[in-house]
Nanobody, 129 residues
């Protein structure tokens, strides 16, 4: 069974950076697309970014485009979300999800990752001075 574990969250000042990791166990992730989401209390879960299984395509929501970067390292069975220029409104629990897929990264893939993917437990990010 595919299991995902996020790490790298914490407290950071506005304008700072964090890199989140999404590590897989049980599977190699070679055929899995990866998505990143976040959620704050009282708000709907927000899809942020995804990367295709081959790593060649990525997709970002408007809220994080040009600030966040998603990558993957197949040898380490890990995906990353580099977050720069963090804002207080980025405070949330961040989760990754994985789904076997051959699709390029786009909004449709992100939606399928949310509906059908396997989820990690999440890591908390707090952006505050």
């Amino acid at each position: 069974q595919l299991q995902l574990e996020e790490s790298g969250g914490g407290l950071v000042q506005p304008g700072g950076s964090l890199r989140l990791s999404c590590a897989a166990s049980g599977f190699t992730l070679d055929t899995y697309a990866i998505g990143w989401f976040r959620q704050t209390p009282g708000k709907d879960r927000e899809g942020l970014s995804c990367i295709s299984a081959d790593g060649y395509t990525t997709y970002y929501s408007d809220s994080v485009k040009d600030r966040f970067t998603v990558t993957r390292d197949k040898t380490k069975k890990t995906a990353y979300l580099q977050m720069n220029s963090l804002k207080p409104e980025d405070t949330a629990v961040y989760s990754c999800t994985a789904l076997e897929s051959t699709y390029d990264a786009n909004f449709r893939l992100l939606h399928e990752l949310e509906i059908y993917g396997s989820w990690g437990q999440g890591t908390r990010v707090n952006v505050s001075s």
